[in-house]
């Protein structure tokens, strides 16, 4: 979910670097429905499709979450005859699949996303030539997922820039308030920055980015929404942490800076500033408001030193 919530791509318009490739799958294969479908937490939704006029259907119902649990196709030659989908409304209903097959869509970092599927209404099966040619047009698709990717990264330091980090964390939310869990956003601003960038040139100021991202990744957990918001600016949406849970992360945090700047090799000294802003859904109508009211609090923090 993280990976896919990454690229920002759900609920957007559709694309032709995507369309096409839909396109040419349905042609080639000779099917009536095409779709590039990624799986979100409770449903497939459809980036690219042909074929079928559902923008998305339920996750609990999907051939798509069952494909991608695997690294090969999934190929069901008749639906009807499968114990697993024979009762699925997609069969018994409109648009009554009988032929599936989908190729599962990896990110970079093998995170399956969703799929390249191919759709008939009647029974049919694939050759071994057809699954090879299903996942060369896949691997068109992860293709574009992957320019997607580079475009929400920070090339600097690797972490989520700050338009993928607000989409990631405003995912977050929603799902915190869905499930009634709490999160805090943890606002950190590098001290004296420029003075590094202007005393040791913008090399040792890369490098404090770098040292410090590496430090955020090791304090933090894999669960929690981390990014560079820009220049030297970082944030962490904890999820379920508490006020004992952000507090232990931010002694190792400095127990890690510590150790950093301790070290000779390094010219410069990593300093830095926090806010902590617990979210409050009836305040923080979005991840943006949630920032603010944790930067102001950064501030204070900066002041007071």
Not at 108 to 136: E, F, H, Q, V
Not at 178 to 184: A, D, E, F, L
Not at 258 to 275: C, E, F, K, Q, T
Request: proline share 3%; glycine share 6%.
């Amino acid at each position: 979910m993280r990976a896919l919530h990454a690229l920002n791509i759900l609920d957007t318009p559709p694309e032709e670097r995507f369309d096409r490739v839909t396109r040419l799958a349905q042609r080639i294969f000779d099917v009536p429905i095409a779709l590039v479908s990624l799986v979100d937490t409770k449903r497939q939704w459809f980036k690219s499709r042909r074929g079928l006029e559902a923008e998305e259907t339920s996750r609990d119902i999907s051939f798509c979450g069952h494909a991608i649990l695997g690294h090969d196709a999934l190929v069901v030659e008749d639906a009807s005859l499968d114990e697993r989908f024979s009762r699925n409304p997609l069969v018994t209903a409109d648009p009554r699949i009988r032929f599936y097959a989908g190729q599962p869509l990896s990110s970079a970092d093998g995170s399956k996303l969703g799929t390249l599927c191919l759709i008939d209404r009647k029974p049919r099966n694939m050759t071994t030539d057809d699954l090879a040619l299903l996942r060369d047009l896949a691997s068109m698709v992860e293709g574009e997922l992957g320019a997607l990717k580079l475009a929400t990264t920070d090339p600097l330091t690797g972490l989520s820039n700050r338009r993928a980090f607000e989409a990631m964390a405003q995912h977050t939310l929603a799902l915190c308030e869905r499930v009634g869990k709490s999160c805090s956003a943890v606002f950190i601003d590098l001290d004296d920055f420029k003075h590094i960038n202007d005393r040791f040139g913008h090399s040792e100021g890369d490098r404090v980015l770098i040292d410090f991202s590496r430090l955020l990744l090791d304090t933090f957990r894999e669960s929690d929404v981390m990014g560079r918001l820009g220049g030297d600016e970082f944030c962490v949406l904890v999820t379920s942490g508490g006020h004992q849970g952000i507090t232990a992360a931010l002694d190792r945090l400095d127990d890690g800076v510590r150790l950093r700047n301790a070290d000779p090799m390094h010219r410069s000294r990593i300093s830095y500033s926090v806010g902590i802003c617990l979210w409050d859904p009836e305040r923080h109508g979005s991840i943006t408001e949630l920032l603010e009211d944790a930067d102001a609090n950064m501030y204070v923090s900066k002041r007071s030193k």
